[in-house]
């Protein structure tokens, strides 16, 4: 049974910077793109960032590019997330998830529409 698990979340203020991580299990993580996600009440879920199986390729988000970066440890089963320079508008439940079945593109890339296993969120909320 594949599970995501998140942490790293948080309250901090604007400006500064937290790294969210997130543990895979149940998969073969080395053979799969992971990306993060996040989401506000009353909105639809957001890509994020995602990198590749080898973690070679990173994709951002336009909204987060030079402040995000993501990266992954394979012997770990971890991806993470480095969030700096944070604003308000940051605030959100982020999610990590992968797809379904690695293939060659999952193995690549990652997107909501690609996205099938998702872990639990983790909050963070920047104060302005």
């Known amino acids: 049974q594949v599970q995501l698990v998140e942490s790293g979340g948080g309250l901090v203020q604007a400006g500064g910077s937290l790294r969210l991580s997130c543990a895979a299990s149940?998969?073969?993580?080395?053979?799969?793109?992971m990306g993060w996600f996040r989401q506000t009440p009353g909105k639809e879920r957001e890509f994020v960032a995602s990198?590749?199986?080898?973690?070679?390729?990173?994709y951002y988000a336009d909204a987060v590019k030079g402040r995000f970066t993501i990266s992954r440890d394979n012997a770990k089963k971890s991806v993470y997330l480095q969030m700096n320079s944070l604003e308000p508008e940051d605030t959100a439940v982020y999610y990590c998830?992968?797809?379904?079945?690695?293939?060659?593109?999952?193995?690549?890339?990652?997107?909501?529409?690609?996205?099938?296993?998702w872990g639990q969120g983790t909050q963070v909320t920047v104060s302005s």
């Open positions: 998830g992968t797809s379904r079945a690695s293939t060659p593109q999952t193995m690549i890339e990652m997107s909501l529409s690609l996205a099938y296993y």
């Open positions: 149940g998969l073969t993580f080395s053979m799969y793109a």
């Open positions: 990198i590749s199986y080898s973690g070679l390729r990173t």
